[in-house]
Nanobody, 126 residues
Framework: QVQLVESGGGLVQAGGSLRLSCAVS????????VGWFRQAPGKEREFVST????????YYADSVKGRFTISRDNAKNTVYLQMDSLKPEDTALYYC???????????????????WGQGTQVTVSS
């Protein structure tokens, strides 16, 4: 059974930074794509970023490109999301997701991720 535990969320002022962590147990992150999605109140869940199993190729939503950086520590079986230059519109519940066999054309689609964490809240004040 794969379990994902997110941490690192909090309240930050606009322009600030946060680093989210996603600790994975039950499977190694080297065997899957691991991504971050977010959901703001009243909105649908949206793709943020993913790091692939093959060479660690990364993908980002246009809204976060250049501000967020996804990375992984294979020894700790953990994926990180460094969020810089945060904006009030980044406020959301951030989820980590795990997808064995993820392919490039599917990275932005939540349905292709089999395991999800409980989420960590990020609130950016203006």
């Amino acid at each position: 059974q794969v379990q994902l535990v997110e941490s690192g969320g909090g309240l930050v002022q606009a322009g600030g930074s946060l680093r989210l962590s996603c600790a994975v147990s039950g499977r190694t992150i080297r065997t899957a794509g691991v991504g971050w999605f977010r959901q703001a109140p009243g909105k649908e869940r949206e793709f943020v970023s993913t790091i692939m199993r093959n060479g660690g190729i990364t993908y980002y939503a246009d809204s976060v490109k250049g501000r967020f950086t996804i990375s992984r520590d294979n020894a700790k079986n953990t994926v990180y999301l460094q969020m810089d230059s945060l904006k009030p519109e980044d406020t959301a519940l951030y989820y980590c997701a795990f997808a064995p066999g993820l392919i490039q054309s599917s990275v932005r689609h939540a349905d292709y991720y089999d395991y999800w964490g409980q989420g960590t809240q990020v609130t950016v004040s203006s």
